[in-house]
């Protein structure tokens, strides 16, 4: 087991202290694990290629600089040295991306190995000069007096460099995320931003990336949520159903975390969370997601061989995987991520590919063989013909038309109906025997394809788990092909047809619930109490901006002990120079929520992107025309 941090003591001034303290739980120490060595290492290696970046920038400027032939020539030979060490930087980190998941678990069966992703690494960050500035600066108020608050900040953010892969790690993220976000509504304007430079290295290629804007801090931590997700789905114990199916949530939640990533956040400096690459994240998660449905459906039910319906399913299912992996192996075939994207990876996908096709073609001929020679329900043919488009990409077909099962029930939810399921199969046991032969040989051929693609990949050649799979299924298809090969069979067998991919439990994308984990503002100080020039929008959610000022007054009075939520408009300075003229520049709101008398702040609003209020010096001086309340004086 990881060990995890160990809590802090609860705070003694109030109950924010207690759920901070309570939160540490997720960062894992990495004090004597394998974790601590790999993730060392990552960090390591991120330094070295940082160091080498810079010396081949300073390199570059002076070859283009200098006219001396002889400096040249010695700057271009240092240039070759300096490439040279960051392609072996770049190959040992891409070896250790393949190796995040040495620590799982082990289980009785034989399982195929999962490609999880490592977590993006990040420098240490001080809080402390930016948002002191912040504070004194726009809410007129001693920075210094906000010390406990900011070192509070740190510290969590301190804890997420390390999170523990459980839901403990995904929480503590989570609730980072989310006090990113009151930050936004707080401190960030469409004029300004925090201040402090955010630092982040890459997943994939380890090249560093920072960006003063916040929204680059909150798509980070978000890859690394997905990225946390796909490690706790790689290392479940898939050998039983209960681990198949939190394998499945896991990718299902992983690739919801990257499809949200791609929605929310754009021009990301970084490769790893480019378009591209997290449309690839997302099809390879829901691959793998596929594919755990397949063994789900294995060991939730062993179909005997005699039931050639049930294989017949097993076909479908496994042929669905293959389209699926085919799918993510396209995407990473693709400029610009074949790029940068680690080479086993893409070998392992298309190893994938060929393996779960050839498992098709082996429950199709399992049926044709050892099922029934009668077929109870014949209808057009469904996997047993061959594809209109020789060599095209196979056609996915729609799962049932219900409404998709949750989680809870991928496995345990009824089949579609079994009508559309049964193909048209050959009556005649001879019939049956040469089809079943010829799916037999496409599955020999293709399980023969799959390990010498592995043995192609230096980091799968170290993977021997993958290599045991790909072995006792080619040995179980000869040995099958060997019973059904006569020695007076002169007829050259006929071609199999494509398996037609088809699936009834499609997984579906699942983003992130943030609102689960709930957290306490860690500036809520700053939210409280009404300061002059303010400006009451809504009483207890009511919009108070026609309300006379002695009904205000009156409202606020008759509050008692529960206190108020009020929304006040705070109104700030425009950055535009000021006018000559008789109007002056509009003033930008920033829209936030507190209880008043209560003590107690829900969630900030979100600063509006467009002047709040404007009036000329006319109309200030005369009456406000009631838009909007004046702070009461009670």
């Known amino acids: 087991m990881i060990p995890e941090e160990r809590r802090g003591g609860p705070g003694e001034e109030s109950s924010r202290l207690q759920a901070a303290g309570s939160v540490r739980k997720g960062c894992d120490s990495l004090v004597q694990t394998q974790r601590s060595r790999l993730q060392s290492r990552r960090a390591c290696i991120h330094q070295q290629i940082s160091k080498e970046l810079r010396m081949r920038t300073g390199a570059e400027n002076l070859y283009r600089a200098t ?62 000069t930016a948002l002191k500035e912040l504070i004194s600066g726009h809410f007129g108020e001693d920075g210094t007096s906000y010390d406990s608050e900011i070192q509070e900040l740190t510290d969590l953010r301190q804890a997420i460099r390390t999170p523990s892969r459980s839901e403990s790690g995904l929480e503590l993220l989570m609730a980072y995320y989310n006090q990113l976000c009151l930050l936004d509504t707080r401190f960030v304007t469409p004029t300004r931003s925090l201040g402090p430079l955010f630092h982040w290295y890459d997943s994939l290629t380890g090249v560093p990336a920072q960006q003063r804007a916040l929204a680059f801090e909150k798509g980070s931590v978000l890859f690394n949520i997905g990225a946390l997700h796909t490690q706790i789905g790689a290392r479940q114990d898939r050998s039983c159903p209960g681990g198949a199916r939190l394998a499945v949530e896991a990718f299902q939640k992983a690739a919801g975390a ?23 994240l997302e099809q390879l998660m829901t691959a793998q997601a596929q594919e755990c449905v397949f063994e789900g459906l294995l060991l939730s ?11 017949l399913r097993l076909a479908q299912e ?13 995407a990473m075939a693709q400029l610009p991520v074949r790029d940068y994207v680690p080479f086993a990876w893409t070998t392992l996908v298309n190893v994938k590919a060929e393996h779960f096709r050839a498992l098709a073609h082996c429950h199709v001929a399992t049926a044709l063989c050892d099922g029934p020679p009668e077929c109870p329900a014949p209808r057009a043919r469904e996997l047993a013909e061959a594809s209109a488009q020789g060599g095209s990409r196979p056609s996915l077909t729609p799962a049932a038309e219900a409404e998709p099962p949750g989680p809870e029930q991928v496995f345990l939810g009824p089949l579609a109906p079994a009508e559309s399921w049964h193909p048209a199969l050959p009556q005649e ?42 072995v006792q299924a080619l040995q179980r298809s000869l040995a099958k092909y060997s019973e059904l090969d006569l020695e007076d069979d002169f007829f050259e067998a006929t071609e199999a047809p494509d398996v037609q991919p088809k699936t009834c439990h499609r997984p579906e994308v699942r983003a992130p619930s943030f609102s689960r984990v709930k957290v306490a503002d860690i500036f809520h100080r700053l939210a409280a109490g009404l300061q002059e020039g303010d400006y009451i929008v809504s009483v207890n959610g009511q919009p108070c901006k026609w309300w ?11 509050v008692g002990g529960e206190g108020a939520s009020l929304q006040v408009a705070t109104l700030l300075p425009s950055a535009e120079p000021p006018s000559t003229g008789e109007r002056r520049p509009a003033l930008r709101g920033l829209l936030r929520s507190q209880k008043a008398c209560g003590w107690e702040t829900p969630g900030p609003a979100r600063a509006s992107p467009r002047p709040l209020l404007g009036w000329s010096r006319k109309a200030k001086r005369g009456k406000t025309g009631g838009r909007l309340s004046p702070v009461p004086q009670p």
């Open 67 to 128: 006219s001396n032939s002889r400096v040249r020539e010695t700057v271009a030979l240092e240039l070759s040295y300096v490439n040279s060490s960051l392609q072996l930087l770049k190959e040992e980190l891409e070896e250790l991306n393949c190796s995040v998941d040495t620590d799982g678990p082990g289980s009785e069966g034989i399982t195929v190995p999962m490609i999880p992703l490592g977590l993006k690494e990040t420098t240490e960050l001080d809080w402390s």
């Open 258 to 280: 990257f499809s949200l990533l791609r929605e929310k956040f754009s021009h990301a400096p970084s490769p790893d969370m480019s378009p591209a690459s997290l449309a690839m």
């Open 301 to 311: 039910a062993p179909v005997a061989p005699h039931d050639g319906l049930a294989q």
């Open 318 to 330: 496994a042929a669905q995987v293959a389209a699926e992996y085919e799918l993510a192996h396209r």
């Open 429 to 470: 046991p001879e019939e049956r025997r040469k089809l079943g032969k010829a799916h037999l040989k496409r599955a020999v051929l293709g399980q023969e394809e799959a390990l010498r693609l592995h043995a192609v990949c230096r980091a799968l050649r170290r993977v021997d788990l993958l290599q045991a799979v790909l």
């Open 548 to 558: 006379k000022h002695a009904e205000v007054v009156a409202r606020l009075r008759a």
